[in-house]
């Protein structure tokens, strides 16, 4: 079976709801689930309709906050899984905020996730 993208529709893979790891090897936990967690994800472009002409398959797009559906477990025989099966979501072209033809290596951090305090010292 192969899935299709109609319209305008953009589906995506690989959305980055998990752990991060910086270049120095800190874990950042991920935030799904608390207020930190607000913030835009990249995905991976798996499929366009025919009316999305700016962005291709294999790209990575940066998606305002919550303008993706829920994730749905799809088979299809262009996924390199062992069962074919991969998490995809459709997401609204008018929330992409940014296009990377390579992964992007950066953190989500919202204003909510970085506390400072400025105290005197002694």
């Keep these: 079976m192969k899935v299709r993208a109609i319209r305008d529709n953009i589906l995506c893979v690989d959305g980055d709801f998990g752990d991060q790891v ?8 991920s935030t799904i689930g608390k207020s930190d967690g607000i913030t835009p994800r990249w995905f991976k472009v798996f499929e366009v309709g025919p ?17 993706w559906t829920e994730s749905i477990t799809v088979q299809d025989e262009r996924f390199d899984t062992e069962d074919n099966t991969q998490e995809v979501w459709k997401v609204d072209p008018k929330a992409c905020l940014a296009v990377s033809s390579t992964k992007p290596h950066t953190l989500n951090i919202s204003g909510s996730t970085v506390v400072a305090q400025k105290k005197q010292l002694v």
Excluded at 22 to 29: E, L, S, Y
Excluded at 51 to 63: F, G, T
Aim: net charge negative; aromatic share 16%.
């Design 22 to 29: 910086t270049g120095a090897g800190i874990i950042v936990k």
């Design 51 to 67: 009316d999305i002409d700016w962005i291709s398959e294999n790209d990575w797009v940066y998606v305002e906050y919550g303008r």
